[in-house]
């Protein structure tokens, strides 16, 4: 890595933090492309960051989850909040490039000091970005507060985006079968917040019944009494706003729960070390068998945590040391 390339990066995170909104277009820009410059500003954002409470919605193609995700940007607006918003898109063909129709049709209902970004998958079949958790920090560092993650539909609901949220809101719409759906793609474990979205819709009751059903197996289970806390259920419709004040309210109680429980730091702790593991399995391949549970893994979570060393940097050293020994 040159100099020069670090420093440019210094500056525009300096400026980004500020509040220069052409700053921190041209860091989301970079870390999507990835490489040196990208892990710089990671590093820089990583040491700052920590802070915002991250939403991620998710469901299956056709569910309403950009019409909802613009409902709560409207409402969070009006609250006062400065969030950001990080809409991952599948990747073009041609360009790589994100779609921005979803963003477009947002930025009509954003506040002035709010940030709507559109990323690409690259064609990375999780549906998450692999820039999703650099882009999340940044966002964090320069303050915005909170960042709500809407991921890409691949034709069932998505597990994924729970890895990068403290609270995942599942999207579900009637006579679809997505309740089926997201037990079986396990969201079941993972959703903790259930919107039945097109509530108008003939099916709406079965829908949230099917979802009852579902939790109340999972009480009989143990995962309620586990984790101490058990997913509502909301009926909305987000074309004529519906609901969409019962789903802020739900954020917000989820957000208070896991601050009270302390499971926050749990969820921050486990993300930390899937971003790791992700970038350990990128630079040595995903056949590899690392495990972060060892006692070198150990110590780098820790160094991560304690923003004294960043994702990108605990996951070389790691490899280093593995590479080393071999």
Do not use: C
């Not at 997505?178 to 097109?198: M, R, Y």
């Amino acid at each position: 890595m040159t100099s020069s390339i670090s420093d440019a990066a210094t500056t525009l995170f300096q400026s980004a933090v500020k509040g220069e909104r052409r700053s921190l277009g041209k860091l989301l820009t970079a870390i999507e492309r990835g490489g040196d410059q990208a892990e710089i500003i990671a590093g820089l954002a990583h040491q700052v960051s920590g802070n915002t409470h991250v939403v991620g919605i998710t469901g299956a193609p056709g569910s309403g989850k950009s019409t909802l995700t613009g409902r709560l940007l409207k409402l969070f607006s009006e609250a006062g909040d400065k969030l950001a918003v990080l809409a991952v898109d599948p990747s073009s063909p041609l360009t790589g490039g994100a779609i921005l129709g979803d963003r477009i049709r947002m930025d009509d209902l954003a506040g002035e000091e709010s940030f709507i970004r559109s990323m690409a998958t690259r064609g990375h079949s999780g549906g998450l970005a692999l820039a999703v958790p650099a882009a999340i920090q940044l966002f964090d560092a320069v303050g915005y507060e909170p960042v709500i993650i809407e991921t890409v539909g691949v034709g069932q609901v998505e597990v994924d985006v729970a890895g990068a949220a403290d609270t995942t809101v599942v999207v579900v719409t009637p006579g679809m079968g997505d309740a089926v759906q997201a037990n079986k793609a396990g969201l079941l474990e993972v959703a903790d917040i259930f919107v039945v979205n097109k509530s108008d819709r003939p099916g709406a009751s079965d829908a949230r019944r099917d979802l009852e059903l579902m939790l109340d197996l999972g009480h009989v289970s143990g995962l309620e009494q586990m984790t101490g806390y058990r997913p509502p259920i909301i009926m909305a419709n987000s074309l004529d706003g519906t609901g969409a004040d019962e789903v802020l309210d739900a954020i917000k109680s989820h957000a208070e729960f896991l601050r009270s429980s302390g499971k926050i730091e749990i969820r921050r702790k486990e993300r930390l070390v899937m971003e790791i593991q992700n970038r350990i399995e990128l630079l040595i391949g995903s056949t590899a068998s690392v495990t972060l549970e060892s006692e070198l893994g150990a110590s780098f979570v820790t160094k991560v945590l304690d923003r004294k060393i960043s994702p990108a940097e605990a996951a070389k050293s790691i490899v280093a040391s593995i590479t080393a020994n071999e």
